[in-house]
């Protein structure tokens, strides 16, 4: 990737009617090895029914059907910067620590977080940063600037990966889940698109049926479980289910037709 900002696409707004020829999306349904030209990991894509796609890439196989989970990890553990920057500046550099080799402009999309001082946290997006040997110094360029200054090796920093860059199908209730892929992923190093928004389909289990299974929340594996059931489970709620909310049903349930869901 090159060094930028994640951009958003509406399709199909243009004006206050819709155009004769409508644009096509059929390049949500595809996977590639190959990074597309257009999109770089992090961009959203709004479709005019609502449905909302993230650009990502897979870390492992990701099923269709099932939630797949955030597996990035932070850059290296909590540090502090090398180098004083200056109220105004966009750039850090994160003293070595611990980490793998990074590749110039891998960050992008990613995020960082700076402690200079109390009630003074500054939070920034990572539009870039400069090829890195492993265990080595990171320099990182921010999407705002600095409104609070920071001293070498003194201020904290913690960096993130950009979330939509290691990507698989639900297999922990403690991993977060991204969203339902588009279509099925075979394997590891795949670039494809995340729904997180909008109508969808989502394995439900037996309990998303009647009153009670309305609400959902992802199961450890994406599928989907009825909050009632969470929330009836106390403190003997299966390890397999998790506390985040998925969305709700609308047209049928797992008793049959269905369900279609909205993905909140």
Not at 49 to 72: I, L, M, N, P, T
Not at 102 to 110: Q, V
Request: hydrophobic share 40%.
């Amino acid at each position: 990737m090159a060094k930028g900002k994640a951009k958003v696409n509406y399709l199909g707004r243009s004006g206050v009617v819709m155009p004769q020829t409508v644009p096509s999306w059929d390049f949500i349904y595809e996977t590639s090895t190959v990074k597309s030209e257009k999109y770089d990991i992090g961009d959203r894509v709004v479709l005019p029914d609502g449905r909302e796609f993230y650009y990502g890439k897979s870390s492992a196989e990701c099923a269709s059907g099932q939630a797949c989970e955030y597996v990035a990890t932070g850059v290296q553990s909590v540090g502090v910067v090398l180098n004083s920057q200056a109220i105004g500046d966009k750039v850090l550099t994160l003293t070595g620590g611990t980490h793998d080799a990074i590749a110039k402009d891998e960050l992008r999309g990613g995020f960082c977080v700076t402690w200079p001082a109390a009630k003074k946290d500054q939070f920034r997006g990572i539009i870039g940063n400069d090829a890195s040997a492993e265990d080595a110094d990171i320099k990182i360029y921010l999407d705002g600037k600095l409104t609070v200054a920071v001293v070498a090796a003194t201020t904290a920093v913690e960096a993130y990966q950009n979330p939509f860059a290691s990507l698989r199908t639900g297999s922990d209730a403690s991993l977060a889940k991204a969203g339902v892929p588009a279509v099925y992923v075979s394997a590891a190093s795949m670039y494809f698109w995340v729904q997180t928004g909008g109508f969808s389909f989502v394995a439900p289990q037996s309990t998303v049926i009647g009153n009670e299974g309305v609400g959902c929340m992802y199961r450890h594996d994406g599928s989907l479980e009825a909050v009632q059931t969470v929330i009836a489970g106390g403190a003997t709620t299966p390890a397999y289910d998790s506390t985040q909310y998925a969305g709700h049903r609308v047209i049928g349930s797992y008793s049959g037709n269905g369900p279609l869901f909205l993905l909140k």
